[in-house]
């Protein structure tokens, strides 16, 4: 602007200007947004300069894909839409798996990124990064937009921040072509463009009827059980939530990233009795839960069904704001369609106060298998074997979360994954951050640096090796910004573990092995973070514990036996099977 203040203060016949770059930092300031992930390059470098001189926290990462799932995490724990920026073309694809994994589990984020001159791009004429990047996002999003006048910046923004919060959360791609940012206009005319969304996500009141019907069959359910899911921990409803699993006395089960929303210890949690009540249950409440793979698609044998497509019997309640996601698996008698704040207030004021609690024969029956599996699962964990298997190692970190309840926890992996959900407790809403929807590997670093930089809460990751290696490079961006991560990374020398041969005999290694006793360790050392090698759970717990203390970016490599765990964690059955035998 130095040079446009110039001009103004000699020229008085002239305006006072704004630009492209300003009208954008602009806009999303005035709605709340203060942050951005992303990496620099053409032509986003200086809007990305300007941002932080305006003010913004601007994280800068070393490939795109981990600054957006940084952006998708913080969409997730703050419902504020996290913002990814990056350049053209390949930028703009590397950022684009976040942004799809973002919308595939309802995160809301806004992935920017900057293109090349559309009269070339549209004519394939061979511009620097062509890529028709609108065309190419729009299928693979919530939805995406495209300014090409610095007047309507302003809407722009106001349309992705709506797409991305309102309705079902989700990533919108907005593109902002390089010439964009240095048009001029009149800073007044400027300021006035611009839009401060009123009630960005509006709640959604559910119909009284609706309600109505779900209580009725509530009421009348011999077997209850509440499923929360993700969308319930987005909701930050969670002591309604809280108060309607107490006061009806239903047992809960926690998906993944749901653990914690009540703490895992709680008494009515049926966690650890999850292929008891799963097909026992007869009427089931889904809040924020869909009934995708995770939950066998709400039939098959997992619900009690005869066979993989056999319904099990049960009805179900869903509250979801996404009206489609109605019957999209299996029938919902009672559908209750609004935001998960108005219909779990609506379903506690039609409650009251004299909600008769389930049978105890169900409740008994659960505590019973549940206190099993628990019993089961401490005699486990007693053990010391050498080298350290996942149990023992987790054991520790069980150890250290308990402890450190505000602690945020990414986890990713097969083994490592599986083992942490059930292993690790949670006691707090939104601390468990893991591979979602898809099952996918990468998100480690970019979930941790996202979750250090809008918490102010210590980030534990644990990763499996193979996971880890997908975002293993932003060990730096940690270094950088001194986050207080802790990286535990679960070394059992290769994806699902090391024991692979080469059934050729030949000299390369089996495809799911990597280096054998690899010092992940060093890679945190070489950037000035904590190293610990971790060979037993003592030493584990030392470095841990120092790690929470201090901090300070720490990585330790936990030596695991390569033959612990087994090919793909719990869903080995998705592995097809090949019918020729050799
Ligand atoms: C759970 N369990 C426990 C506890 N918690 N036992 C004792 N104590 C505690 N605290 C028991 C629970 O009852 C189950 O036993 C078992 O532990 C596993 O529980 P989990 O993890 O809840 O159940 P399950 O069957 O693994 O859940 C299915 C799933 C889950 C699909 C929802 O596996 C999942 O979220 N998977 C994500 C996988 C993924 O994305 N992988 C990344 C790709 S890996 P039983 O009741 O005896 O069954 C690429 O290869
Ligand atoms: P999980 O994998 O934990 O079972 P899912 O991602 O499958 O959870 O489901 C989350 C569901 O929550 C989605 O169907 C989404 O539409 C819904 N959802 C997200 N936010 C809200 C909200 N504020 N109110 C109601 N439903 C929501
Ligand atoms: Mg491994």
Same mark, same amino acid.
């Given at each position: 602007m130095g040079s446009v203040e110039t001009q103004v203060a000699t020229d008085s016949q002239s305006q006072e200007v704004t630009d492209g770059f300003h009208l954008v930092i602009d806009a999303l300031k005035i709605n709340g947004i203060d942050t951005i992930f992303g990496l620099p390059g053409i032509p986003i470098t200086d809007f990305a300069r300007k941002a932080q001189a305006e003010g913004m926290r601007v994280i800068s990462f070393r490939h795109e894909q981990n600054a957006g799932n940084a952006a998708a995490i913080a969409g997730f724990m703050t419902q504020k839409p996290g913002i990814c920026l990056t350049v053209s073309a390949p930028g703009f694809l590397n950022g684009l798996t976040a942004l799809t994994n973002a919308t595939t589990n309802c995160f809301p984020m806004i992935l920017i990124s900057g293109s090349s001159e559309r009269e070339i791009v549209d004519l394939q004429q061979g511009d620097y990064e062509e890529m028709d990047q609108l065309a190419i996002a729009k299928p693979l999003c919530k939805a995406a937009f495209r300014v090409l006048h610095a007047e309507d910046i302003g809407v722009g923004i106001a349309r992705a921040i709506r797409a991305a919060v309102s309705g079902r959360p989700g990533g919108v791609y907005l593109d902002l072509p390089a !010439?964009?940012?240095g048009q001029t206009v009149e800073a007044q005319v400027g300021k006035n463009s611009l839009i401060k969304v009123v009630d960005p996500a509006p709640r959604q009141i559910p119909a009284p009827d609706a309600v109505q019907r779900a209580l009725d069959l509530l009421k009348g359910a011999k077997r209850p059980l509440i499923l929360l899911g993700k969308g319930a921990a987005y909701a930050q409803a969670d002591e309604d939530i809280r108060a309607l699993v107490e006061r009806t006395g239903i047992p809960y089960l926690p998906m993944s990233m749901a653990k914690g929303l009540l703490p895992d210890t709680h008494d009515q949690s049926a966690a650890a009795a999850r292929s008891f009540v799963l097909p026992g249950a007869d009427v089931v409440l889904l809040i924020g839960a869909r009934l995708n793979w995770l939950l066998s698609h709400g039939k098959g044998k997992t619900w009690g069904g005869k066979d993989h497509k056999a319904w099990g019997g049960q009805k179900f309640i869903q509250i979801d704001i996404s009206p489609q996601e109605m019957d999209s698996n299996v029938r919902i008698d009672a559908p209750l369609v609004g935001d998960i704040g108005s219909c779990v207030g609506a379903l506690l004021a039609g409650i009251g106060s004299g909600w008769a609690k389930p049978p105890a024969d169900w409740l008994g029956a659960i505590e019973e298998r549940k206190s099993k599996n628990l019993a089961k699962m401490a005699e486990t964990l007693a053990k010391n074997p050498v080298p350290m298997n996942f149990h023992s190692a987790l054991n520790v970190v069980r150890d250290i979360v308990k402890a450190n309840p505000d602690a945020v926890l990414v986890n990713e992996g097969a083994n490592a994954l599986d083992f942490t959900r059930s292993i690790v407790d949670m006691y707090k809403p939104r601390k468990r951050l893991d591979v979602g929807t898809w099952g996918i590997m990468g998100i480690g670093m970019g979930f941790a640096v996202g979750a250090a930089v809008v918490g102010r809460d210590p980030v534990i990751a644990i990763e499996g090796d193979s996971a880890f290696g997908f975002s293993g490079m932003e060990v730096e961006t940690i270094c950088r910004y001194n986050l207080p991560v802790c990286i535990v990374i679960m070394n059992n020398n290769g994806v699902y573990g090391g024991t692979d041969k080469n059934p050729t005999g030949g000299p390369d290694v089996a495809p799911? #092995?990597? #280096? !054998?006793?690899?010092?992940?360790d060093k890679m945190m050392e070489a950037f000035g973070g904590v190293g610990v090698n971790a060979t037993t759970p003592a030493e584990l717990r030392r470095a841990m514990e120092e790690a929470i203390r201090s901090r300070k970016p720490t990585l330790i490599n936990a030596v695991i036996d390569e033959t612990a765990g087994t090919e793909s964690g719990r869903i080995t059955s998705l592995n097809p099977q090949s019918a020729k035998k050799k």
């Open positions: !010439k964009l940012f799911t #092995v990597f #280096v !054998k006793g690899a010092r992940y």
